[in-house]
């Protein structure tokens, strides 16, 4: 069976960092009215207060971000991202939701983005409305789905977006997430393009973590694809190869470093409460964020229940 992978992070890193290029390639209408010689301010801590970690999950990532217009006004815009396989029937109300939580607490409106990662064609939903008789409350929202782009990743258009990789490896993920043998040569392939590109080194390293993260690779398939790119590199010299040896140390580190927070969360909650039920041990060790990990140790140390972890 395959292995669940943890897509939250990668989103995240792809707001972070490519916020610009991402909006360009899955929301262009509402990229071109935005100033982008005003840096936008990522609402973080905003956020959190109208989204508690406990709806938060794996399968999901959102960011509040406030950018200045061209017109001179500023605008919040909340950006949900929906990585699961299947379509979820809550989405509209969950969107509908924080908009209303966001006005209520900040007085702020915002416009409200959703890219959806499943492969149903056909679920495109674009508004929430409650009451009857066409009265009550509605909100839309803006929707992108990941599918449309199988058949475009070559387009011209998208030819100079670095972000048109992070969504190649995504679909290439979907495509062969059973099968660790396609998956590997579908990522050698995509790194070979990335390194052709000539990106500057900064945008290739992120671009590297977030493709390592979105292409998982068991252990034997992952020294593999790094022998053959090692070949690769002999008979054709690539940019910056050296920089896939230092993302491989830096990986090791890093899973070095989720491993012993997973630890430490199951030891202080097996000191406070005793056996820790497999459902929560599995939880655990499914959460490879650094920052859903530190609040999941902070939550261990203050829940009087073990049910209310």
């Avoid at 989405?91 to 492969?119: A, E, N, Q």
Wanted: glycine residues 4%; aromatic residues 8%.
């Amino acid at each position: 069976m395959a292995e669940p992978i943890n897509h939250d992070s990668p989103w995240k890193e792809t707001l972070d960092r490519f916020l610009r290029p991402f909006l360009e390639l899955t929301f262009p209408s509402i990229s071109r009215h935005i100033d982008w010689s005003v840096t936008p301010i990522s609402l973080e801590q905003e956020f959190r207060e109208i989204a508690p970690d406990a709806e938060l999950g794996p399968l999901r990532a959102d960011k509040l971000i406030k950018v200045r217009l061209l017109n001179g006004t500023e605008e919040w815009l909340l950006i949900h991202i929906e990585v699961q396989m299947q379509y979820d029937p809550k989405l509209p109300r969950r969107v509908f939701d924080y908009c209303c939580r966001i006005h209520s607490r900040y007085k702020m409106s915002v416009v409200p983005l959703v890219i959806l990662g499943d492969t149903r064609r056909n679920w495109r939903p674009t508004t929430y409305s409650g009451g009857f008789a066409n009265l009550g409350l509605r909100i839309r929202f803006a929707i992108c789905k990941v599918d449309d782009f199988k058949n475009r990743i070559e387009a011209p258009l998208h030819r100079d977006n670095l972000t048109i990789f992070i969504i190649a490896a995504y679909l290439g993920t979907q495509k062969h997430r059973k099968d660790p043998a396609n998956l590997s040569e579908c990522r050698l392939e995509l790194t070979q393009r990335l390194y052709a590109r000539g990106y500057t080194q900064e945008d290739l390293r992120s671009l590297l973590f977030v493709i390592d993260w979105l292409m998982p690779l068991p252990a034997e398939h992952k020294v593999q694809f790094r022998k053959r790119l090692q070949q690769l590199q002999k008979e054709k010299p690539m940019p910056h190869v050296t920089l896939f040896e230092e993302l491989s140390r830096e990986e090791g580190r890093q899973e070095g470093r989720q491993e012993g927070c997973q630890g430490c969360i199951l030891d202080l909650l097996e000191t406070r409460f005793g056996e820790v039920p497999v459902a929560i041990r599995d939880r655990v060790q499914g959460l490879y964020d650094e920052a859903g990990l530190k609040e999941m140790l902070r939550r261990a140390a203050v829940i009087p229940r073990l049910e209310e972890f």
